[in-house]
């Protein structure tokens, strides 16, 4: 499979709360890559981080990177309904590809 | 254009028939991308151009699958002999460079579902 792993599978929290997303892969990486994807659409890009990077934010973003451990993680900070999504999780594998994650669902309770 | 453009937005056909998906990419993008998801995964990755070529077509599932760029813009994604497994939302994505460094541009995808 092409796909790493992403924890949880799914996540409910209320409006305010934050939410954090973790993904782990098993290959080598020069970046990785954190998308949104609301129902029906594309993705969207949220962040890359590279791999001599231990955290970056953006915003209520914050994607922390631990290459020693091969795993990543997304924090929501201050949850708003409006962040009901899918969150993937990318890794750009030194060649053409990015490789995506199966995915965190969302949800955020109003 | 805005963004990247992808035609039609859904699709129904037949098992057996042959299909043409469209992309439009970002003006500028050299390299597009061309995916596949199926409910509740992530985007599985198919054909890879850089300008006009294919660079990576290790993605395609068989040869009833296949991609071209011929001016290194609009890109088709062409499937013969349509199986009810190629049920699928399949997106496209450009970018500026490609090498897997710069954050991909999506469509919306085409919803392809083969009766």
């Known amino acids: 499979s092409q796909q790493g792993e992403e924890d949880p599978q799914a996540l409910s929290i209320q409006e305010g709360e934050n939410a954090t997303m973790n993904c782990s892969y098993k290959t080598s990486i020069n970046n990785l890559q954190w998308y949104r994807q609301n129902s029906g659409r594309g993705l969207v890009h949220l962040i890359l981080i590279r791999s001599n990077e231990r955290e970056k934010h953006s915003g209520r973003l914050r994607v922390t990177l631990d290459t020693s451990k091969k795993s990543s993680s997304l924090l929501i900070t201050a949850s708003r309904a409006a962040d009901t999504a899918s969150y993937f999780c990318a890794r750009g594998d030194g060649g053409f590809k990015t490789i995506f994650g199966a995915g965190t669902r969302l949800f955020v309770k109003a | 254009g805005a963004g990247v453009s992808q035609t039609p937005s859904n699709k129904v056909t037949e098992k057996g028939k042959y299909v043409e998906l469209r992309c439009d990419p970002i003006?500028?993008?050299?390299?597009l991308y061309w995916y596949r998801q199926s409910l509740g995964q992530g985007p599985e990755f198919l054909i890879y151009f850089q300008g006009t070529g294919a660079a990576d077509d290790s993605g395609l599932p068989n040869d009833r699958f296949f991609a071209v760029r011929p001016e290194g813009s609009v890109s088709t994604l062409k499937i013969q002999r349509t199986e009810r497994g190629d049920s699928a939302v399949y997106l496209c994505?450009?970018?500026?460079?490609?090498?897997?460094?710069?954050?991909?541009?999506f469509g919306n995808g085409t919803r392809l579902t083969v009766t």
């Open positions: 003006s500028g993008h050299t390299a």
């Open positions: 994505a450009s970018s500026l460079r490609g090498l897997g460094d710069s954050p991909l541009h």
